[in-house]
């Protein structure tokens, strides 16, 4: 009796890949994390925004700056979470306004904010390239 006690108080595995959120949580999760995102890279767009200032030479150096795949790769991330916080945050104060909080218009337009949300990176490549 002791040892089916244990099995019973034991944690379960749970494999949070295999847990399918519903698109309302996915939302507020990106929420965060391009909250989180934009609040970390602002430092550096400070920074860069400085350099570019001093000078020509500080200039041309945040220039090169930006052409680094990697910075360039963070400058769609920032795009794209810029986008995503402003779309979802205005969608948040609709529904503080007792705006879109039925179930189907929430699902909907938590839907329309996440594409919203890629479509604007991607649209933004689209013409600079």
């Given amino acids: 009796m002791n040892s089916s006690m244990n099995k019973k108080n034991r944690p379960i595995f749970m494999n949070l890949l295999q847990i399918r959120m519903p698109v309302v949580a996915v939302l507020s999760f990106a929420h965060r994390v391009s909250g989180v995102m934009m609040c970390v ?61 039925e179930r189907d218009s929430a699902r909907r337009s938590a839907w329309i904010i996440n594409v919203g949300g890629l479509s604007v990176p991607i649209i933004a490549l689209w013409v600079l390239l």
């Fill in 41 to 101: 890279l602002i430092p550096f767009l400070i920074y860069l925004l400085d350099l570019s200032l001093r000078n020509e030479q500080g200039y041309a150096q945040a220039l090169e700056i930006l052409r680094h795949p990697f910075v360039k790769f963070m400058a769609v991330l920032m795009v794209w979470g810029l986008a995503h916080h402003m779309l979802a945050g205005i969608r948040f104060l609709l529904i503080d306004a007792d705006i879109g909080v």
